[in-house]
């Protein structure tokens, strides 16, 4: 009987430790389970992360693809707006805005006010931009094709300055068309002079140049020339020197020199004493004696020697000069 109660007491002791054994157990299963399943997951978000990603960068590097022969959004060339336009689509453009140049002559008038002479455009003289699809596709070869989303809200503009070409012959049939280049109209210009001896003022004065609009047509020629191959849309004749001016202004010191000493001599007056015959000699007479080329003034020897000659001859005497 004490044997059998012993051998009870050991099955359900025994019985209790297996229990402990596998609630222990199970509770070691339980977290394994529960971090595979974690671990699981975790896999599934990154693969759904990478996915992500991975379709994004494709439709990024695809929309670069496609601006690797495209310009960016919001690209201008010229102010014209070329978003999305191949080189070929942007050379057009480009030999479009050829046709659209002018270029406007402005010259003066005898008063030096300034006015236009003409307008020189495109299809008057044949003028295109060279190799348009070249200086295009060089343009588009700059861009990075990567900043495109950043085009987006962006915007750039290029000034593409072409070479010019144009018929030669055309444009001297356009600048003969234009009245104030024909000989006909120009009037030349007049150099600076000292005037006539004025009686009534007893002065000499200096009569100014006169500006006059006499064009170099071969000088005008190069300088419009040169504007269109440099795409200017005015030039001024005025100032590329292109009229003729005079050569003696009235600032000239030799001039100046000249008109004072001329006027000095006239404001003379001399008192001849001929025996009591008082003859005065002034400027009114003093000015016949006066020789110029308008910058060396000379004193007539010979004619003053004639003048008192005649004067003694008159009084049949040599007379006593009072001055």
């Known amino acids: ?22 609630e222990s157990k199970e509770e070691i299963k339980q977290p394994v389970e529960e971090t595979a399943v974690q671990k699981k997951k975790s ?31 919001h690209t201008y060339i010229n102010n014209s707006d070329c978003s999305n ?18 270029l406007q002559i402005l010259g003066r008038d005898e008063n030096g006010v300034q006015e236009e002479i003409g307008t020189i455009t495109a299809s008057e003289i ?29 915007t750039q503009n290029h000034d593409v300055v072409q070479g010019v070409s144009y018929d030669a012959d055309k444009l001297q049939e356009q600048l003969a068309q234009m009245p104030a280049l024909q000989n006909k109209n120009m009037i030349a210009p007049e150099d600076a002079y000292i005037s006539e001896y004025s009686e009534k003022n007893k002065n000499y004065e200096i009569i100014p140049e006169t500006m006059g609009i006499e064009l170099n047509n071969n000088l005008v020629e190069e300088v419009v020339s040169t504007a269109i191959m440099q795409g200017d849309t005015t030039v001024d004749l005025e100032e590329q020197g292109c009229y003729e001016t005079a050569k003696i202004t009235a600032e000239d010191a030799a001039l100046v020199k000249a008109c004072d000493t001329m006027n000095k001599w006239v404001s003379a007056q001399i008192t001849y004493d001929w025996n009591g015959n008082k003859v005065v000699v002034d400027g009114d007479t003093i000015h016949e004696w006066i020789q110029t080329d308008n910058k ?28």
Do not use: C
């Open 1 to 22: 009987m004490e044997n059998d109660n012993k051998e009870l007491k050991e099955e359900t002791t025994k019985k209790e430790a297996d229990k402990k054994e596998t």
């Open 43 to 73: 896999k599934k978000w990154i693969g759904i992360v990478a996915a992500v990603v991975a379709v994004i960068l494709l439709a990024y590097g695809g929309v670069a693809i496609y601006y690797q022969s495209h310009f960016l959004n």
């Open 85 to 102: 336009m191949t080189a070929t689509e942007v050379a057009a453009i480009m030999d479009q805005q050829s046709q659209q140049y002018s």
């Open 126 to 154: 044949g003028m295109y931009w060279v190799d348009t699809l070249n200086a295009a596709q060089e343009l588009l070869n700059r861009q990075n094709e990567f900043l495109w989303i950043e085009m987006l809200w962006s």
């Open 296 to 323: 060396d003034p000379q004193l007539d020897e010979e004619a003053i020697e004639e003048f008192v000659a005649e004067q003694a001859k008159e009084y049949d005497t040599y007379g006593k000069r009072e001055s």
